[in-house]
């Protein structure tokens, strides 16, 4: 949709890639994949792990999420490339790869987090006390009615359009561009490659077949 309106704003409350949140036009609420695992190592920290090691699936999505990790200092952690010298692991992937390599390396002990276990509506198949990183959680507060994060990515879309518009109506993208406010979602402000810097993501942590809210988020 980028690509067909050729520069011309597009308020984007899915896609969480870097790359997509980098094309012309596109003005975005989520924080950015390459932020996924870098939310999991400091959490894993928080929860004493000190050895991380990281499995990442095939694709640009993943290896984003990867690259992320590796470029930033002062997690806490030592990342490590043997899963069997690690306390953690941490996963990047579709939903059924994820699934299959939480059933491989679930064993007392080991803390495990990725990406799926995040997803509204996931199914309970993960293991007990797996991490994964989100957009929002409802305990965050919101309006009342929103459920999931994808829910309240589209309204904190629809907040931020809103207001650039109030702002500048014949140019949004230039408003979009230039704001740094707060929304229920969170924080909202570009960098100056177009992703979204300002939101910082939650993690949430699995206890008896649900998701709960780490604090502090």
Request: proline residues 7%; negative net charge.
């Amino acid at each position: 949709m980028a690509r067909a309106r050729a520069g011309r704003v597009v308020w984007n409350h899915g896609a969480a890639a870097d790359d997509v949140q980098q094309l012309p036009g596109v003005v975005s609420v989520a924080t950015p994949a390459s932020r996924y695992l870098v939310a999991l190592a400091r959490a894993a920290a928080g929860l004493g792990a000190a050895r991380v090691a990281v499995l990442t699936a095939p694709g640009r999505f993943a290896a984003t999420a990867r690259e992320g990790l590796d470029r930033t200092a002062g997690l806490g952690v030592e990342l490590v490339g043997d899963t069997s010298a690690a306390d953690c692991v941490l996963l990047c992937g579709p939903v059924e790869w994820e699934a299959e390599r939480f059933r491989q390396l679930d064993r007392a002990g080991l803390l495990l987090g990725g990406v799926s276990p995040g997803l509204p509506n996931a199914p309970p198949v993960w293991p007990d006390g797996a991490l994964a990183p989100v957009q929002w959680h409802p305990e965050l507060g919101g309006p009342s009615g929103l459920e999931d994060y994808v829910a309240a990515q589209a309204y904190a879309a629809v907040l931020i359009a809103e207001r650039c518009l109030a702002i500048e109506p014949e140019d949004p993208l230039s408003a979009a561009r230039s704001l740094a406010t707060d929304t229920f979602f969170g924080r909202f402000e570009l960098d100056e490659t177009g992703l979204q810097s300002g939101h910082r993501l939650s993690v949430v942590r699995w206890r008896d077949g649900r998701q709960t809210l780490l604090q502090p988020a």
